[in-house]
């Protein structure tokens, strides 16, 4: 089992920036990709960026060139950095760790963290 703690979130203004956290622990072995999602109120959790065990990354295109997603593999951590924060950014953001096929199936998910941009 992978445990996803997150930490970072918060209320921020519009233009401002926040930095999320995720620190894996557990059966690190067994998990490659890791990410983050977001659910706003009233829609579907969907992908905001993902990077690769070798740092190769992916992004929504609605967070190009303000996000940036990194990664420390000897730390078993990921960071959100979120710059120029816009009202469409409010949203629950959730660390997301694929796992390896051959230790299973199903992701693993941290418990969400609470992103809120104010006027």
């Known amino acids: 089992q992978v445990q996803l703690v997150e930490s970072g979130g918060g209320l921020v203004q519009a233009g401002g920036s926040l930095r999320l956290s995720c620190a894996a622990s557990?059966?690190?072995?067994?998990?490659?990709?890791m990410g983050w999602y977001r659910q706003a109120p009233g829609k579907q959790r969907e992908l905001v960026a993902s990077?690769?065990?070798?740092?190769?990354?992916n992004y929504a295109d609605s967070v190009k060139g303000r996000f940036t997603i990194s990664r420390d593999n000897a730390k078993n951590t990921v960071w959100l950095q979120m710059n120029s924060l816009k009202f469409e950014d409010i949203a629950v953001y959730y660390c997301?760790?694929?796992?390896?096929?051959?230790?299973?199936?199903?992701?693993?998910w941290g418990q969400g963290t609470q992103v809120t941009v104010s006027s």
């Open positions: 997301n760790a694929k796992r390896v096929p051959r230790y299973g199936v199903g992701d693993y």
């Open positions: 557990g059966s690190i072995f067994s998990i490659n990709d």
């Open positions: 990077i690769t065990s070798g740092g190769s990354t």
